[in-house]
Structure formats: structure tokens, C-alpha cells
């Protein structure tokens, strides 16, 4: 399988702890993409990173939020003293720079449910 | 403030028959509109795309529609089927940011 792959698929955790979500990008892929999806409504942008460097991160990202790309490969997005509202599908995208470098590939999602 | 504005939030269509999804959006700087198709449980995947140099696209039985001047475009399934049963987001991105803004989505059911 050559696609996005995103682990774990599915988390359950306990309000207070951490998680970390991990990536495996479209291996050409140089950019890579985090969305958080809740029920009933589209993606919404978190951060994306060209490479190894980190670009842009959404108002979303509060500081319990971190992601790294550390060697422009996989990506981990990390969630500290998670809260209920973090309950959420986690979608990792990727997609390559140039005149195709606009379509983006999603994995399957890493669900996130907070007790 | 919502970048893409998706209509309508639900639709239900007999086999056979055509879906219609609509989708509005404000800044002239986006450069490419995907629709995304998304099963429960799994991450959306890429349907078909448009340029706005272009009015209509066709892959199949999915056609979009796509006026620049109104600033919308349209997804349309035609001969829906059963299968087709999905949650459906339009999407539009800018190279100035490298971000795609995605629209609330709908959900279709398509009656056998």
C-alpha cells in the first residue's frame, strides 16, 4: 500500500493524558498536512509542513498541540493534557510540489476519544 | 469566517436519478476546487477537480460545473447509485497559502 498510512486508527483516552498520532506521508510527497475532522463537518486545517519545516499552524493548534516532521519523512502530531473537546478525527494529507503539487491524498484518520 | 459554503446538508436521490451539490466561495485568489468523497469511518478521497480556466469537467458520471463570475460550482452524479451513498465536501485551494478550505459537507442517500 503505497498511500497515506496513520496510526493508530482508533485511540481512547482519558481526559488529563497525552497522545501522539504518527504519520506516514506518500513517500514522493514533500508536503504533509494535518486536519482535524468532527461529526458532521469538513476538515479543518491545522498545519501543514514542507519537508522537515513546519509553515503555517492554524488558531485551532492551542499550545497542547505540537507536530513535528523531523526528518521531512513521517510527521507526529502530539496532544497534552488532552480534554473532551479534543474528541475528533485526526486526518494526515499529503501532496508533492508542482504542477500536480495541488491535489492532496488523505489517510484513513486516527480517531481520538476522550473519556 | 467559512471559506466554502456547501449546499445542501443533505439529500436523498432514487436510483437512477441525479445528485446536485453546490458550493459557493468568496476569494478570488483560490485556484482549485476538489471534491472530496468520504465513507464512514474512512478519510475522504479525491472524486475530481477543476481549474477555473475551465467550465465543466467530466470523469464518468461525475460532472462539475463551475462559474467563475458567480464564484461557484457544482458536483453532479449522474445514473446515482446505491454505492454512491456517501458524504460528499467541496474543497478550494490557494497557492498563495498552500491551504485547501473544505466545506461543511453533505451527506447523500441513495435510495435503491
Known amino acids: 500500500d503505497t498511500g497515506v498510512s496513520q496510526d493508530p486508527r482508533h485511540k481512547i483516552t482519558k481526559r488529563g493524558q497525552n497522545v501522539t498520532f504518527r504519520c506516514d506521508p506518500i513517500?514522493?510527497?514533500?508536503?504533509l498536512y494535518w486536519y482535524r475532522q468532527t461529526l458532521g463537518q469538513g476538515p479543518e486545517f491545522l498545519t501543514y509542513?514542507?519537508?522537515?519545516?513546519?509553515?503555517?499552524k492554524s488558531r485551532l493548534l492551542s499550545d497542547r498541540f505540537s507536530a513535528e516532521r523531523p526528518k521531512g519523512s513521517f510527521s507526529t502530531l502530539e496532544i497534552q493534557r488532552t480534554e473532551q473537546g479534543d474528541s475528533a478525527m485526526y486526518l494526515c494529507a499529503s501532496s508533492q510540489t508542482g504542477n500536480s503539487g495541488n491535489t492532496i491524498y488523505f489517510g484513513e484518520g486516527s480517531w481520538l476519544t476522550v473519556v | 469566517q467559512q471559506q466554502v459554503k456547501q449546499s445542501p446538508q443533505s439529500l436523498i436521490v432514487q436510483k437512477g436519478g441525479i445528485s446536485i451539490i453546490n458550493c459557493a466561495y468568496e476569494n478570488t485568489a483560490f485556484d482549485y476546487f476538489p471534491w472530496y468523497q468520504q465513507f464512514p469511518g474512512k478519510g475522504p478521497a479525491l472524486l475530481i477537480a477543476i481549474r477555473p480556466d475551465v467550465s465543466e469537467k467530466k470523469e464518468g458520471r461525475f460532472t462539475i460545473s463551475f462559474n467563475k463570475s458567480a464564484k461557484q460550482f457544482s458536483l453532479h452524479i449522474m445514473d446515482s447509485q446505491p454505492g454512491d451513498s456517501a458524504t460528499y465536501f467541496c474543497a478550494a485551494y490557494t497557492h498563495n497559502f498552500n491551504k485547501f478550505y473544505f466545506g461543511s459537507g453533505t451527506k447523500l442517500n441513495v435510495k435503491p
Open positions: 509542513f514542507q519537508n522537515e519545516a513546519q509553515l503555517e
Open positions: 513517500s514522493e510527497h514533500n508536503r
